[in-house]
């Protein structure tokens, strides 16, 4: 739940089953180590139990190296709203994995947090809410979504997905 669609899909893919291929690998390593400034050790144990076919000798130079930390290897630092756009560029994975941005336009799937609010009203989904959780609307959470034009009691009008968390 970052905010950035094509790392929440390349994580959920890859928590669901198990294997997402290099690029995204990389990326994700990437966008933990230099965007989220994680030490790379810290998610090795992680990344070692989600991927299905985890080899020891093979994941641990992969993640020195994506991290920079080899110290041959130039830094290997990646957009991942660019890698959204070249590796999704209709936004079909992002849309399988994120099904909660499933009718957010072309134009904004990339980046949801620059959709204007009345297209987020239209769609149904609120960016910068709870992290992609659908919710009933109620009297006591009626005012709060009065931003997004909902006005009266009904059932699970509104997703959410959150803004990004870093600036990329």
């Known amino acids: 739940r970052t905010g950035f669609p094509f790392v929440d899909a390349c994580m959920r893919c890859l928590i669901r089953c198990g294997w997402v291929n290099f690029r995204m690998r990389a990326m994700l390593v990437s966008f933990a180590t230099y ?9 090795a144990g992680h990344l070692a139990r989600v991927f299905l076919d985890y080899e020891p000798g093979i994941h641990y130079p992969q993640l020195q190296m994506q991290a920079g930390t080899t110290g041959i290897n130039a830094m290997r630092v990646y957009n991942v709203t660019k890698q959204g756009k070249d590796q999704d560029p209709n936004g079909i994975f992002i849309r399988n994995f994120c099904p909660e941005l499933k009718d957010v336009p072309m134009e904004y799937i990339h980046e949801p947090c620059n959709m204007p609010l009345n297209v987020q009203r239209k ?4 960016i910068g809410g709870s992290g992609g959780n659908r919710y009933c609307i109620t009297d006591a959470m009626a005012s709060s979504c009065s931003d997004l034009g909902i006005n009266e ?8 997905y959150p803004s990004p968390i870093v600036d990329e």
């Open 123 to 126: 769609v149904g989904v609120r």
């Open 153 to 160: 009691k009904s059932e699970c009008d509104v997703t959410f």
């Open 35 to 43: 965007n989220l400034w994680l030490d790379w050790k810290k998610i």
